[in-house]
């Protein structure tokens, strides 16, 4: 399991051990971090669940593909940071991982 740290937008710190291979998005839907709606349930189809990737961990989740940058487009307040979590899969290389939750989705 690694760890993964969702903020939302209030401040609240939801410390979850993630399996690897889940997504950031399906690790907050299950343990009901608010301000993640995905509404697709994971089909890279919508833009609610924006998250942003922590300063200390952008370089290593990586940029969005090209699907996921159209995608952002309807996102709100998109930022350098910003990814969709249906598209960061949990692995030991992002063990620790901490994203945070925009004031509110598309």
Same mark, same amino acid.
């Given at each position: 399991?690694?760890?993964l740290t969702i903020v939302a937008f209030d401040g609240t710190r939801f410390? #979850? @051990? !993630? +399996?690897? $291979?889940s997504t950031v998005m399906e690790n907050? *839907?299950? @343990?009901?971090v608010p301000g993640v709606d995905a509404e697709c349930? $994971? !089909?890279c189809a919508c833009a609610t669940c924006h *998250?942003?990737?922590? +300063? @200390?961990? *952008?370089e290593k989740v990586g940029?969005? !593909?090209p699907m996921e940058e159209d995608m952002l487009d309807f !996102?709100? &307040?998109v930022r350098p940071s910003s990814r969709l979590s249906c598209q960061i899969k949990m692995t030991?290389? #992002? &063990?620790g991982l901490v994203v945070h939750v925009p004031e509110r989705q598309a």
């Amino acid at each position: 399991m690694t760890k993964l740290t969702i903020v939302a937008f209030d401040g609240t710190r939801f410390d #979850l @051990n !993630a +399996d690897d $291979g889940s997504t950031v998005m399906e690790n907050a *839907v299950r @343990n009901s971090v608010p301000g993640v709606d995905a509404e697709c349930g $994971g !089909a890279c189809a919508c833009a609610t669940c924006h *998250v942003y990737v922590d +300063d @200390n961990w *952008v370089e290593k989740v990586g940029g969005p !593909a090209p699907m996921e940058e159209d995608m952002l487009d309807f !996102a709100f &307040d998109v930022r350098p940071s910003s990814r969709l979590s249906c598209q960061i899969k949990m692995t030991q290389a #992002l &063990d620790g991982l901490v994203v945070h939750v925009p004031e509110r989705q598309a």
